[in-house]
């Protein structure tokens, strides 16, 4: 007798084998990578869920309101064409254009001129703004690409001539009376906001879209990071920089149309207090989702994050020259913490 084929047929699993010491520290040690990746990444994020806190918890009364996120997110859009201007120049290596305040309120001085004080139509006097910011624009350009002038200086004195300049167009006065139809292209109520942050939201898509994923985003990633290699390689240098402070002027002068026909006039002494927001906005963007890299997504965040910050401290009593302190002080620590942060994860 066979007694083989009377047993009982048993399947016998063989034994798994165990993952070896060492990939199982590799996986902990990617995930702890992948954690300090993403840390300066979104801190500022953090810091700013935090901001919100703190201020809804010390003001309940006053900060959790509609109207105060309103406040915040629809009255911004001078800003954001002011630093999408000012980073066309500073991504192809440019520091810094001191002159985007003015060249802001260059143009927004003419609008209200020609049609309050001197009855042109406001969509000539409108068209007529934005080329004199562009014109503007060429000359910057045409002193530091073709004639080799420093940036600095260049800038530094069209912000200063910009400025008498519109001093001496609106006598010192604030200009006002544009008419009541003009305000709707900035005004026009979508969603709770103003039609102008959706205006700004587009831009910094379409800015961020240009830088990654066209040629010509690439180039002026390029020409900021070393201008001879690129031109060894082949990329039109002088054009790019000479079209970057063009086109900084262009988003000016159309950021200063829409601000001019959501307040209705303009006051040409506002200028210089754009300059300081302007340039901790942009700089704060190293900080966010792109450490150590200008960027347009985290610009436009940078901002809102400030005016959060600043809003608080009004709505806490604070005094006007805390602002400054603000301003200066949260970009300096920023940048820091970011900066520490990417050097830990590389």
Not at 31 to 60: C, D, K
Not at 138 to 155: D, E, M, P, Q, R
Request: aromatic content about 12%; hydrophobic content about 50%.
């Amino acid at each position: 007798m066979d007694t083989a084929r009377n047993q009982p047929d048993v399947a016998v699993a063989a034994p798994q084998a165990e993952p070896p010491a060492s990939a199982t520290a590799g996986t902990t040690r990617k995930g702890r990578f992948a954690g300090r990746q993403l840390a300066p990444r979104f801190a500022i994020l953090v810091v700013w869920a935090a901001m919100i806190g703190v201020y809804w918890g010390t003001e309940p009364v006053l900060f959790p309101h509609t109207g105060t996120f309103q406040t915040i997110f629809g009255s911004q859009q001078p800003l954001v064409f002011m630093t999408m201007a000012l980073m066309c120049t500073i991504i192809v290596g440019e520091f810094v254009d001191l002159s985007v305040p003015a060249v802001f309120g260059f143009g927004a001085t003419i609008l209200p001129v020609l049609v309050v004080n001197h009855g042109w139509n406001v969509w000539p006097a409108a068209i007529v703004a934005v080329l004199g910011c562009v014109v503007v624009g060429a000359i910057n350009g045409f002193l530091v690409v073709k004639v080799g002038v420093n940036t600095i200086v260049v800038t530094l004195g069209m912000s200063t001539l910009l400025m008498g300049i519109s001093l001496w167009m609106s006598d010192l006065n604030t200009i006002s009376g544009m008419p009541n139809g003009f305000q709707k292209i900035a005004l026009f109520d979508i969603g709770g906001l103003p039609i102008s942050f959706y205006y700004g939201v587009v831009l910094v898509l379409g800015f961020g879209y240009l830088l990654a994923f066209t040629p010509l985003g690439r180039h002026m990633r390029f020409v900021g990071a070393s201008r001879e290699v690129s031109r060894l390689s082949g990329v039109r240098v002088d054009r790019i920089r000479f079209g970057s402070f063009v086109f900084a002027s262009l988003l000016s002068g159309i950021g200063a149309v829409i601000a001019v026909a959501a307040i209705g006039g303009y006051n040409a002494t506002t200028s210089d207090t754009y300059l300081l927001p302007v340039f901790a906005a942009v700089f704060l963007s190293t900080a966010i989702f792109e450490p150590g890299r200008f960027n347009p997504l985290g610009t436009l965040i940078g901002i809102y994050f400030l005016e959060t910050g600043i809003l608080g401290l009004q709505l806490l009593g604070l005094q006007s020259w805390v602002s400054q302190v603000f301003y200066g002080g949260i970009l300096v620590i920023a940048v820091t913490i970011s900066t520490l942060l990417h050097r830990r994860a590389t």
